[in-house]
């Protein structure tokens, strides 16, 4: 129901998402790729009976039933998936005017329709300028995403932060929960920061722990990459007093 402009054009599939749990299952693996075909790329409007339904982008209204017959299975098997995907965090569903509308959360992320020179600080602001102004939000209150929807749409999720960092040491739900009070701007600075870091300190050994670089807020910090040579020189120095 989300239109023909669900036949048009092509959807970003990351080569990551053979290490996620979905790829170990062909079906739920192609109703997961059949979800993100049929989510609207563009905002509309569609009129269900009397009722007109807001389906933004990353969005699409199609009942339960009618997503058991398109995968042809039992209506059970569909809501046991749609759970599935939400409990999650990969989808929120919601009840509007007799059928279901779903919201792929971090769409944006995968599906980008910004050019791709633009910098971080720039996504940053413009998803900032995005919740705050009120004329893209929804005015309606039926028509309107919950904010459960909203507070699971995450700029950089705890999760691919973890990975990034690349040291798992620490308490990961209390990192999880320090991770939620972290404003988006934060998040982007941290993703664009922590290459440089491990490219600075390439020895995990040496790397802080997440919960220090978190409470200390560390990407803020000034990162100074040594070439060698002061090291090398003191080295040789020292091995000059030796060897007299």
């Known amino acids: 129901m989300a239109g023909d402009e669900t036949n048009k054009g092509w959807i970003s599939i990351y080569r990551r998402i053979r290490e996620h749990w979905i790829w170990e299952d062909p079906v739920k693996f192609q109703r997961w790729v059949d979800l993100l075909l049929e989510v609207n790329h563009?905002?509309?409007?569609?009129?269900?009976?009397?009722?007109?339904?807001?389906?933004?982008?990353?969005?699409?209204?199609?009942?339960?039933?009618?997503?058991?017959k398109r995968w042809k299975c039992s209506?059970?098997?569909?809501?046991?998936?749609?759970?599935?995907?939400?409990?999650?965090?990969?989808?929120?569903?919601?009840?509007?005017?007799?059928?279901?509308?779903?919201?792929?959360?971090?769409?944006d992320n995968y599906q980008k329709m910004r050019n791709d020179d633009e910098t971080i600080a720039e996504r940053s602001r413009n998803y900032d300028e995005t919740i705050a102004d009120p004329n893209n939000n929804y005015n309606n209150s039926n028509n309107r995403i919950s904010k459960e929807a909203k507070s699971k749409i995450d700029v950089y999720p705890f999760d691919e932060f973890w990975n990034d960092y690349d040291k798992k040491r620490g308490n990961k739900e209390?990192?999880?929960?320090?991770?939620?009070?972290?404003?988006?701007?934060?998040?982007?600075?941290?993703?664009?920061?922590?290459?440089?870091?491990?490219?600075?300190?390439?020895?995990?050994?040496?790397?802080?722990?997440?919960?220090?670089?978190?409470?200390?807020?560390?990407?803020?910090?000034?990162i100074i990459i040594s070439n060698g040579k002061d090291k090398s020189s003191a080295t040789e120095k020292q091995s000059s007093i030796v060897d007299i």
């Open 75 to 107: 209506k059970s098997s569909a809501r046991r998936f749609l759970e599935l995907l939400e409990k999650d965090q990969m989808i929120v569903s919601e009840s509007v005017s007799r059928t279901t509308r779903i919201t792929v959360c971090n769409y």
């Open 174 to 222: 209390k990192l999880t929960k320090k991770w939620n009070k972290i404003s988006d701007s934060e998040k982007l600075k941290i993703k664009e920061h922590i290459p440089i870091y491990k490219k600075a300190q390439p020895d995990k050994a040496f790397r802080k722990d997440p919960e220090t670089f978190l409470s200390n807020k560390s990407w803020n910090d000034e």
């Open 42 to 68: 563009t905002g509309r409007k569609v009129n269900l009976g009397c009722a007109i339904i807001e389906c933004e982008r990353g969005q699409t209204i199609r009942s339960l039933r009618n997503w058991a």
